[in-house]
């Protein structure tokens, strides 16, 4: 069998569902992201945390449904789609953290 996995990458969690061929959800989790204020109406995150809750999410739904990794056949992203994240080139290290829209 080949699963479906969706990541919902947001401004308060990252979350994931594996989904069977039939359309069944056979396991879900999510992982809260935080969020920095640093100063009124401006919010930023630590890309490097967004990254890593991805990772984080994709892990528990294949460990909770003993399913490897192999048998997902796609892959489905959502994201905070305003959010803006600087790299730099040559590291492709992120320079500051991520400005967020909410």
């Not at 969706?6 to 809260?32: E, H, R, Y």
């Not at 489905?76 to 909410?102: K, L, M």
């Amino acid at each position: 069998m080949t699963f479906l996995l969706a990541i919902d990458q947001g401004t308060t969690n990252t979350k994931a569902l594996l989904v069977s061929p039939s359309g069944g959800i056979v396991a879900a989790t999510s992982v809260p992201v935080a969020r920095t204020f640093p100063r009124p109406g401006w919010v930023e995150q630590d890309p490097e945390e967004i990254w890593s809750s991805v990772l984080e999410v994709c892990r528990r739904v294949l460990a909770e449904s003993r399913i490897a990794a192999r048998e997902v056949a796609a892959i489905g992203i959502t994201n905070q789609r305003e959010t803006t994240i600087i790299w730099e080139r040559a590291s492709g290290r992120p320079i500051h953290n991520a400005i967020v829209w909410q």
